[in-house]
């Protein structure tokens, strides 16, 4: 059998030429979860030219279905040869020929103007605010934290209500949409935290930097055959875009995790990781010793700046930078199994529902190696806000 993919803005095509049957369903079955992966709302099979379709071969396009359904996509056969059309008869699978059918118009929206923006890669955003709009960063010791959706954080955070409660449950986390997901040091697994749809979350956090404010941008990103997107990369290309610091969140699928994370709860170190000789950081902290869990779904919350503006950041929220090359990075990922993020994604809220839902398999700080190894997306969609003073020369 032969299988092209067509994708354009909204849509992947698939053309099926030959026999679909137990000996063709798993590449059909790749196929099938690339376009899945590929985050548009609509596949299209054109099996005009499948001569042969077994009932392997519709199990495998009734399994794909199901799961597209589940994110709120549409697999539609536009085009079928009669055996195709008499085994869809058979199996009562009629509902996906669309023969004949244009795909729906969809309904008129206002759709704000898009900018291009990547390192190679291709991504655009769209102003989702004010343009000089800025949102409210702090750097929280140790305290109790309550959040809601639009509110961002990263740390070290415990699942307690209250500081004495949360003595030796802390780990690397991430906060965003109402959600917090948390890697507690000497647990086996992550945990996570989730609000109601009208209501706050809160944890304790502990060396942790918060952002509150809608978000001024929004778009979406994805790998090209010329560049991979690492973590580096998208963030200075929004500080870029945005002319000066930015905190932003980004969720999609992961091209593999790289970083460390909390063995003993920090609020029992002895010293600052500052202070520590090897041996401590290594008593203290896991590493990984490469990149994990590429194909799961990864969300992310980061702040950046330039690396000649870090005074444009209050003191406490610029010394958790390091510089990555590009530019000054603090970031946090949590990697979760995988689930497609459609690229009409716009509201935040999914980032925490991504997280609530789906296993949680790590939640780390991400690090860059001095061999330039770090994490990094396939594709995904992310949110940014303006952070900080303005930088020598305003911002656009």
């Known amino acids: 059998m032969k299988i092209t993919s067509t994708v354009s803005d909204s849509a992947v095509l698939l053309t099926l030429d030959g026999r679909l049957d137990s000996s063709w369903s798993e590449p059909v079955v790749a196929a099938l979860d690339e376009a899945i992966r590929s985050g548009r709302s609509r596949i299209e099979l054109d099996m005009s030219a499948v001569s042969f379709v077994s009932s392997v071969g519709i199990g495998a396009i009734l399994r794909a279905n199901v799961r597209f359904r589940a994110v709120k996509g549409v697999l539609a056969i536009v085009a079928a040869s009669e055996n195709v059309r008499e085994m869809l008869r058979l199996s009562r699978l009629d509902a996906l020929l669309h023969v004949g059918v244009p795909a729906p118009a969809a309904a008129p929206r206002a759709v704000a103007a898009t900018t291009p923006f990547g390192r190679g890669w291709t991504g655009e955003l769209a ?63 992550p945990d996570c935290l989730v609000s109601g749809a009208h209501e706050f979350v809160s944890c304790i956090a502990r060396d942790a930097v918060v952002v509150r404010g809608k978000p001024t941008f929004q ?121 497609p993020v459609p690229r009409s994604t716009t509201n935040l809220r999914t980032a925490g529902e991504l997280l609530a839902e789906q296993p949680l398999r790590s939640v780390m700080h991400a690090l860059r190696a001095a061999d330039g190894t770090e994490s990094g997306f396939v594709r995904g969609s992310v949110w940014a806000r303006r952070i900080g003073r303005a930088a020598a020369g305003g911002s656009r």
Request: proline share 4%; aromatic share 6%.
């Open 219 to 339: 778009g979406h990103f994805e790998r090209s055959a010329e560049a991979h997107i690492t973590l580096s990369s998208l963030a200075s290309a929004l500080v870029e875009h945005a002319g000066g610091a930015v905190a932003f969140t980004a969720i999609g699928e992961s091209d593999g995790a790289f970083g460390a994370w909390a063995r003993v709860s920090p609020d029992e170190w002895k010293r600052p990781l500052a202070e520590m000789q090897p041996d401590e950081i290594r008593a203290n902290l896991r590493f990984a010793g490469e990149r994990m869990h590429a194909g799961a779904s990864m969300a992310l919350v980061a702040i950046a700046c330039a690396r000649d503006a870090r005074d444009t950041l209050p003191p406490e929220v610029a010394t958790t930078l390091f510089d990555v090359g590009s530019c000054l990075l603090h970031a946090h990922v949590a990697l979760v199994s995988y689930r």
């Open 127 to 189: 102003t989702m605010g004010h343009t000089y709009a800025h949102a409210h960063v702090e750097f929280m010791r140790n305290a109790r934290l309550t959040l809601d959706a639009d509110t961002i954080a990263l740390g070290h955070f415990a699942l307690a209500g209250t500081i004495e409660e949360a003595r030796g449950l802390f780990g690397d986390g991430i906060a965003v949409g109402g959600t917090v997901a948390v890697a507690p040091a000497g647990s086996p697994r």
